[in-house]
């Protein structure tokens, strides 16, 4: 099992990006999705959770601005970044909690990052 994150770029504060986290390999669920982001030589932080039961939640430093979704189909998590400010910028990190199958226990899996860059 492996995840991927792609989609980041360089975007203008007040602009857009779309995140993608596909998850590959064989599994049975996808039991959480939590999107991370780590500025340049800080800690790493949340900034969009999911789990199996729809729920969501958000830090209030991106609440209203991000959206995070899961397709269990597909295997492919998003993360939709709208009115970006410079304090946004950082690498994004996907992980992941699975199930292999439906009676394996939950294992938990990142993917590689994808840089955001939010200029003024």
């Known amino acids: 099992v492996q995840l991927q994150a792609f989609g980041g770029g360089s975007v203008q504060a007040g602009g857009s990006l779309r995140l993608s986290c596909a998850v590959t390999g064989t599994i049975f669920s996808i039991n959480a999705l939590t999107w991370y982001r780590q500025a340049p030589g800080q800690q790493r932080d949340w900034v969009a959770a999911?789990?199996?039961?729809?729920?969501?939640n958000y830090p209030e430093s991106v609440k209203g601005r991000f959206s995070i979704s899961v397709d269990s189909a597909t295997k492919k998590a998003y993360l939709e970044m709208a009115s970006l400010k410079p304090e946004d910028t950082g690498v994004y990190y996907c992980?992941?909690?699975?199930?292999?199958?439906?009676?394996?226990?939950?294992?938990?899996?990142w993917g590689q990052g994808t840089k955001v860059t939010v200029s003024s």
């Open positions: 999911f789990t199996s039961g729809g729920a969501t």
């Open positions: 992980k992941a909690l699975v199930r292999r199958t439906v009676s394996s226990r939950r294992e938990e899996y």
